[in-house]
């Protein structure tokens, strides 16, 4: 059956894992499953990470499938929640939250209830997206620490330019971190992979790895080789039809590319409705049998064209890996104008993930 499909290797996955805990040595991870688990699939990730030490969701949907899937670690929500609903199904459910601006800490401290939940509380260092300002923060941290539900106060902030390793802006936030936070007790978290991969000695209690784990590098100009990292998904279908283009003829929708030379075309089953990206340039390269080949024309909801004038040997069924092993999603990326992450969670419903675990 010709069926695009994301083979998700679950052995690179923990690879990946392993490699993100020899670089943190003490730290623990809070592997970061949103958004489907960067659309690897929540639930089989979360079951096959055994070595983190908690999972983190953006929002109380993904949180409540990791609880249904009765995933025995901690469940961290990132953005918090937003009503007094929301409070109450997390303590319940032993589901820790992140609390990043005053209105989210008055519902919290407001809550009546018997039981107890970790609070992540965020500081803005800079990112100017969540999180409490310096000046607010120590009076918020002090507020939980009389909170009868609050067990523990992890102190987090979130970096804007980690992928830049020469941003100034880095060592800023870092020591407006470290400044905000001296004298308060308690774990601290700051690291996302590109601080991982960049700055391992800065990583303090908890790390949060996302992209890193999905075996794709966040640090400009680099891949995932560069740090042992492996691919998890390998995204794959088949050639299903051969034309031969004279030259001077052009091919696909707006006649995206034209023949230079008398031609050989492979037609792909896999398109933007699969979530190719549709803004992939002419010359991005496919992998078919081990040879690198470019796609030509524009991509169309169904389909991809690729010029396989070059190939020897290629048929019709042939599975052709669009991003992987082989041929880093990175690289896929940059000729989108994109960055892996988008690829990743653009994977859609007709794409059939099968999982590997040898
Ligand atoms: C998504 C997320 C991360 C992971 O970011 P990556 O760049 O994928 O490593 C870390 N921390 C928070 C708060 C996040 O929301």
């Known amino acids: 059956m010709y069926q695009p499909t994301a083979d998700i290797n679950l052995s690179a996955l923990n690879h990946n894992l392993t490699q993100i805990k020899k670089r943190v040595k003490h730290a623990n991870v809070l592997a970061m499953v949103k958004a489907d688990g960067y659309g690897h699939g929540i639930v089989p990730v979360a079951q096959s990470l055994a070595a983190a030490n908690a999972f983190g969701v953006a ?27 929301e409070y109450q199904w997390a303590l319940q459910s032993g589901v820790q939250v992140a609390i990043h601006t005053p209105v989210q800490l008055e519902q919290f401290l407001s809550l009546k209830t018997s039981k107890r ?3 992540w509380l965020k500081l803005d260092t800079g990112m100017h997206r969540l999180g409490f300002s310096p000046t607010q923060f120590k009076t918020a941290f002090q507020q939980l620490e009389q909170c009868q539900h609050c067990v523990d106060i992890i102190s987090m902030t979130h970096f804007a330019c980690a992928d830049d390793l020469e941003n100034p802006l880095n060592e800023m936030q870092l020591s407006e971190f470290e400044q905000t936070c001296s004298g308060l007790e308690g774990q601290q978290s700051v690291a996302n992979s590109a601080l991982i991969l960049s700055r391992p000695d800065k990583i303090k209690d908890w790390v949060r790895p996302g992209i890193a784990l999905y075996g794709s590098s966040p640090i400009e100009g680099s891949q ?3 740090f042992d990292l492996r691919p998890v998904m390998t995204f794959k279908a088949n050639i299903i039809a051969i034309n031969a283009i004279p030259k001077g003829h052009t091919v696909g929708y707006g006649c995206g590319w034209t023949a230079d030379k008398d031609s050989t075309i492979a037609v792909v089953a896999v398109g933007y409705g699969d979530g190719y990206p549709r803004h992939a340039q002419n010359g991005t390269p496919v992998l078919i049998n081990d040879q690198k080949a470019p796609l030509v024309g524009r991509v169309s909801m169904d389909m991809i064209t690729v010029d396989i004038s070059e190939l020897t040997n290629v ?3 042939d599975s052709v890996v669009l991003w992987g092993e082989g041929l880093p999603a990175e690289e896929i990326a940059i000729c989108a104008s994109t960055i892996s992450y988008t690829l990743f969670c653009g994977i859609t419903r007709r794409v059939k993930r099968n999982y590997i675990r040898a």
């Open 315 to 317: 048929n019709i069924g």
């Open 224 to 226: 995932s080789q560069d």
């Open 59 to 85: 929002r109380a949907s993904e949180a409540k499938e990791l609880v249904d899937a009765q995933i025995n670690k901690p469940v961290v929500l990132v953005e918090g929640c937003f009503d007094l609903d």
């Open 117 to 119: 939940i970790t609070v």
